[in-house]
């Protein structure tokens, strides 16, 4: 019931910008204590190993500081009167179901009324590729592999772990996933330290890619412009080819889904990358194409919603 409430509130309420220049928000919480541990115990002077084990240690303290304050929170409120009111409004703060659409939907609204350089703006927001010299097919490919990939880092994944395990297993995904985004690339200073933060985020995100991947290939079968066993087909031959395990189902299943060709050659701080094609569509896309993505998330939104309130249902029988 708290995962299907939380998705309701955020669906429609999002998380308040005012609220998070005041006072922050849990991902920026979580992401200072990553960030503390990466300036103490990362040390360059020390092997590789060394590093490697200093990375799993600092992994498993963010697990253990954000489980132990969410139970603590979560067995406090259950003691209080409409406590769970309070859970619900926690719980959803761990979503970005309307602040992912909203993002995007800016990218498009930008190229309609700002033209380039104001859509190039708005998608340096929500990507971490360079942006200064995309042209409009490449800002809309952006946009859409943005709203795929994260439909499930973003949602599908900590509403899976809020349903199975409340407001501390969504905490707990997300403190992973942040780890991730923060210490898990393969750079100089992170291959070592981050190795075992990016080894965690693959094993729990595995089974959410897949779902939403699945959504999206079920929500393909309600628009009649998307194609449900096209969006299938491509998950399966075009997602193992993704340098991530787990990143490329959605992306190939709303590639297929759409008919559109996503992925491809991108630059990230001044170096070119060569990366596997997801979809065999066309590549030259537009904002139009960007509200087509964000019609066929809109559609998967609200299958997992269906899937919630059922989910909930039994729940409350049980």
Request: no cysteine; proline share 4%; hydrophobic share 50%.
């Amino acid at each position: 019931m708290i995962a299907f409430l939380a998705a309701v509130l955020e669906r429609f309420v999002g998380y308040p910008a005012w609220l998070t220049d005041r006072i922050g928000h849990p991902v920026i919480w979580i992401g200072r204590l990553i960030e503390v541990l990466d300036q103490r115990q990362n040390d360059p002077e020390k092997s590789f190993e060394s590093r490697r084990l200093s990375g799993v240690l600092a992994i498993i303290a963010v697990v253990l500081a954000t489980l132990v304050v969410t139970l603590g929170i979560q067995q406090v409120l259950r003691f209080l009167p409409f406590g769970w009111l309070i859970e619900i409004l926690l719980a959803s703060t761990l979503l970005a179901q309307k602040g992912l659409r909203d993002a995007v939907l800016a990218v498009a609204r930008a190229l309609h009324e700002q033209g380039i350089e104001g859509a190039r703006r708005e998608v340096a927001n929500i990507v971490g590729r360079d942006t200064a010299e995309l042209d409009e097919a490449e800002v809309s490919r952006a946009a859409i592999e943005t709203l795929a990939e994260n439909t499930s880092d973003g949602v599908i994944a900590p509403l899976f772990y809020l349903a199975l395990f409340g407001l501390p297993g969504a905490a707990v995904y997300k403190a992973i996933n942040t780890a991730d985004s923060m210490i898990g690339h393969r750079s100089e200073r992170h291959a070592a330290f981050g190795w075992a933060a990016a080894k965690l985020d693959d094993l729990v995100n595995f089974i959410p890619a897949r779902l939403t991947a699945g959504l999206f290939a079920l929500a393909a079968r309600y628009m009649p412009e998307a194609d449900s066993k096209a969006a299938w087909a491509a998950g399966r031959r075009d997602a193992p080819n993704h340098a991530s395990p787990n990143a490329g189902w959605p992306e190939a299943a709303m590639a297929g889904a759409l008919g559109f060709g996503l992925g491809g050659p991108r630059s990230y701080k001044g170096e070119m990358l060569d990366l596997p094609k997801m979809g065999e569509g066309k590549r030259s896309l537009t904002a139009e194409d960007i509200a087509t993505a964000i019609r066929l998330y809109d559609r998967a939104m609200l299958i997992a919603l269906g899937a919630l309130a059922v989910w909930a249902l039994i729940s409350v029988v049980l």
